[in-house]
């Protein structure tokens, strides 16, 4: 068994898991050969968002292997966002990456990523200059996504960014003050400034196992990213409704005019059914709007916790992500 280290890490590297049971293996045999390359102390931090295959039982037999294998077992899944917030929670190095599990996002990169660190960067983040094995439709959706969030938000997320990025520990602190339940760590990460750079890799494809993000997860993930940085859905609505208020005005003053030179354009129920059946969607899709909104501020007034940790295994004394 390999021991831990005497002193707090240099590096920290997290990784969320959900059912990675056929990759665990090759992503701790390449975190150690990356890191151990690097030349600096280092610990992995592996978060179990309730994963019900043997996930859990190889990330504590990781840990036997290698004391700096460190696990993080949720009580139950509570989603990628936050176990990413976690493992941040939970990481003691001076320097915290962020990587998923699958593979796709290579370890190699990360000593170009210390390497910027060392230059006084505090945020390095990775940039797909090509995403392989990923849908024509996928690509479609990821360019329209990152178009609109940077046009509507005050925040500049870099295109083809996700969540793999090195962080100071300053940035780290900064970012665990905020607790909001519907994260999107790409974006806080963004929003809290400080010096920050890219660098661009290609994303391979899923080293095994299927992706865990399909259209309906990415949808929900991007209605967070848009809602947490933007006010701009409630602005449309209200838009919306002096754009048909003045709509009707106008109908109005049409329709009297026709009846005055004695027309018969208007005349019957159907015209009226069409602009009730108009006008209640427009009111629905106004309520969905706000529902949106009053939905995420009900969950943060609850003031639950992010995350419940069934076991914390590795840790020294005082990493228990108070």
């Given at each position: 068994?390999?021991?831990?280290?005497?002193?707090?890490?240099?590096?920290?590297?997290?990784?969320?898991?959900?059912?990675?049971?056929?990759?665990?293996?090759?992503?701790?045999?390449?975190?150690?050969?990356?890191?151990?390359a690097?030349?600096?102390?280092?610990?992995?931090?592996?978060?179990?968002?309730?994963?019900?295959?043997?996930?859990?039982?190889?990330?504590?037999?990781?840990?036997?292997?290698?004391?700096?294998?460190?696990?993080?077992n949720?009580?139950?899944?509570?989603?990628?966002?936050?176990?990413?917030?976690?493992?941040?929670?939970?990481?003691?190095?001076?320097?915290?990456?962020?990587?998923?599990?699958?593979?796709?996002?290579?370890?190699?990169?990360?000593?170009?990523?210390?390497?910027?660190?060392?230059?006084?960067?505090?945020?390095?983040?990775?940039?797909?200059?090509?995403?392989?094995?990923?849908?024509?439709f996928?690509?479609?959706?990821?360019?329209?996504?990152?178009?609109?969030?940077?046009r509507?938000?005050?925040?500049?997320?870099?295109?083809?960014?996700?969540?793999?990025?090195?962080?100071?520990?300053?940035?780290?602190?900064?970012?665990?003050?905020?607790?909001?339940?519907?994260?999107f760590?790409?974006?806080?990460?963004?929003?809290?400034?400080?010096?920050?750079?890219?660098?661009?890799?290609?994303?391979?494809?899923?080293?095994?196992g299927?992706?865990?993000?399909?259209?309906?997860?990415?949808?929900?993930?991007?209605?967070?990213?848009?809602t947490?940085?933007?006010?701009?859905p409630?602005?449309?609505?209200?838009?919306?409704?002096?754009?048909?208020?003045?709509?009707?005005?106008?109908g109005?003053?049409?329709?009297?005019?026709?009846?005055?030179?004695?027309?018969?354009?208007?005349?019957?129920?159907?015209?009226?059914?069409v602009?009730?059946?108009?006008?209640?969607?427009?009111?629905?899709?106004?309520?969905?709007i706000?529902?949106?909104?009053?939905?995420?501020?009900?969950e943060?007034?609850?003031?639950?916790?992010?995350?419940?940790?069934?076991?914390?295994?590795?840790f020294?004394?005082?990493?228990?992500?108070?």
């Amino acid at each position: 068994m390999i021991e831990p280290n005497s002193s707090p890490p240099v590096i920290s590297i997290v990784a969320p898991v959900y059912n990675e049971e056929a990759i665990l293996h090759e992503l701790y045999r390449r975190m150690a050969e990356t890191l151990d390359a690097i030349g600096e102390t280092w610990e992995l931090v592996l978060v179990n968002d309730g994963s019900y295959d043997r996930s859990f039982e190889i990330m504590c037999e990781l840990h036997e292997q290698d004391a700096r294998v460190h696990v993080v077992n949720f009580s139950r899944n509570f989603g990628h966002q936050i176990a990413i917030t976690a493992g941040a929670d939970y990481a003691q190095g001076e320097a915290v990456v962020v990587i998923d599990a699958d593979l796709q996002d290579p370890p190699s990169l990360i000593g170009e990523m210390v390497q910027k660190w060392r230059e006084g960067y505090e945020v390095i983040y990775a940039v797909r200059a090509q995403r392989k094995g990923e849908t024509r439709f996928k690509l479609w959706t990821a360019s329209l996504f990152y178009h609109l969030i940077n046009r509507i938000t005050g925040v500049d997320i870099p295109r083809d960014a996700g969540d793999f990025r090195l962080m100071d520990r300053k940035v780290v602190d900064a970012m665990r003050r905020m607790r909001e339940h519907h994260r999107f760590m790409r974006g806080l990460s963004v929003w809290v400034g400080f010096k920050q750079i890219g660098v661009e890799y290609i994303r391979e494809e899923r080293y095994a196992g299927e992706t865990k993000y399909p259209f309906s997860k990415m949808l929900r993930f991007a209605l967070d990213g848009i809602t947490s940085f933007s006010y701009l859905p409630l602005q449309l609505a209200t838009y919306l409704g002096f754009f048909i208020a003045g709509l009707s005005v106008l109908g109005i003053l049409f329709t009297v005019i026709l009846r005055l030179s004695g027309s018969q354009a208007f005349f019957g129920q159907a015209s009226t059914l069409v602009i009730v059946l108009f006008l209640g969607g427009i009111q629905l899709i106004s309520l969905g709007i706000i529902g949106e909104y009053l939905g995420r501020i009900y969950e943060e007034v609850k003031q639950r916790p992010l995350y419940i940790v069934s076991d914390a295994i590795g840790f020294r004394e005082g990493g228990d992500g108070s």
